[in-house]
């Protein structure tokens, strides 16, 4: 997808597709819906949001195998930031993992002169982003239905993807190749109905 349109419009689709779908399934739930949990759902799509950006830009400057290792480092971040929001440490095992990730981190992101290419920086910082949501996720899943945060934090990132989309990328990209067109239209299908409606 985003070698034929730009990462921001590709996120404004995909996560456009997911609301979509989930709002048919679920319409029932989203009647039940609070102001906190409004709140909680905006919060969440802003952090959904920043995680997917940095991924997707870190898209286009490293490799898919490279992107997708970098992201779940986020793993290994959620302890350690788990413990500076909650002050609950995380146990001898969680830091021993934590050291193997950075050196599999290093090994395999380093460069021969030791530097790290902006696409690896990138979705290192998607990861810190996405260890946030999920920290967030245990928060308010305790007060607030997930469906309806569910919902919510996909809508939010649809919209703030659609509005920065043309200020960021420009106009909406005019395809003319049919060929082009039918892959595009099924990896966007993939990435709205299974990575994100069904994978949330």
């Known amino acids: 997808s985003v070698n034929l349109i730009s990462p921001l419009y590709v996120m404004a689709i995909r996560f456009t597709i997911a609301l979509i779908g989930l709002s048919l399934v679920f319409h029932k739930r989203l009647r039940k819906m609070t102001k906190r949990d409004f709140i909680a ?3 969440l799509g802003i952090l959904m949001f920043l995680s997917y950006i940095f991924q997707t830009y870190g898209l286009k400057y490293t490799t898919a195998s490279k992107n997708a290792f970098l992201t779940t480092s986020y793993v290994v971040m959620v302890p350690f930031l788990h413990w500076i929001i909650s002050k609950k440490r995380p146990d001898s095992y969680g830091i021993f993992a934590a050291f ?4 599999g981190i290093g ?4 460069q021969g002169d030791m530097t790290i290419n902006l696409g690896d920086l990138l979705t290192l910082i998607c990861g810190v982003f996405f260890a946030l949501h999920l920290i967030y996720i245990d928060l308010f899943t305790a007060k607030s239905d997930p469906i309806i945060l569910t919902i919510l934090q996909i809508g939010i990132s649809g919209v703030l993807s659609w509005i920065c989309a043309p200020i960021v990328d420009g106009g909406f990209p005019v395809i003319s190749d049919s060929q082009a067109i039918s892959e595009l239209i099924i990896s966007l299908l993939y990435l709205g109905l299974a990575s994100t409606m069904i994978g949330f």
């Not at 193997?100 to 050196?103: K, Q, S």
Request: glycine share 10%; hydrophobic share 80%; proline share 0%.
């Open 41 to 43: 759902g905006l919060i």
């Open 107 to 110: 090994l395999l992101s380093l």
């Open 100 to 103: 193997l990730a950075i050196v």
